[in-house]
């Protein structure tokens, strides 16, 4: 199995700034071999789940409108992490923050397939 963990989550005032960090780890025997999108997507009470950034290989970032030039997306593929860089927080942007990532794993190579992972959730409260 492989999980995503989350963290980095809390409230700020407008104009703050938060880190939200995601992990992958290898539990079990399972392992992983590649990665290739990952992305962070958020959700605001009684609204639908929306991409906020998502990182391709080989491919331009991707950002809402919403959020570009104050959002900054980073990835490790070494240790199948992606963070997001949150600047000039406005209370619009409160939700949970969800991160994905399109792991390619199996418990050997010759097994492996590429799946979709999500993580927990982490939320963000922007108030005065």
């Known amino acids: 199995q492989i999980e995503l963990v989350e963290s980095g989550g809390g409230s700020v005032l407008p104009g703050g700034s938060l880190r939200l960090s995601c992990v992958a780890s290898?539990?079990?025997?399972?392992?992983?071999?590649?990665?290739?999108?990952m992305a962070w997507y958020r959700q605001a009470p009684g609204k639908e789940r929306e991409l906020v950034a998502e990182?391709?290989?080989?491919?331009?970032?991707y950002y809402s409108d919403s959020v570009k030039g104050r959002f900054t997306i980073s990835r490790d593929d070494v240790r199948y992490g992606v963070h997001l860089q949150m600047n000039n927080l406005k209370p619009e942007d409160t939700g949970t923050y969800y991160c994905?990532?399109?792991?390619?794993?199996?418990?050997?190579?010759?097994?492996?397939?590429?799946?979709?992972?999500w993580g927990q959730g982490t939320q963000v409260t922007v108030s005065p």
């Open positions: 994905k990532q399109s792991l390619l794993k199996g418990y050997t190579y010759d097994d492996s397939d590429w799946f979709d992972h």
């Open positions: 290898e539990l079990a025997s399972e392992r992983i071999f590649n990665v290739n999108n």
């Open positions: 990182s391709i290989k080989r491919r331009p970032i």
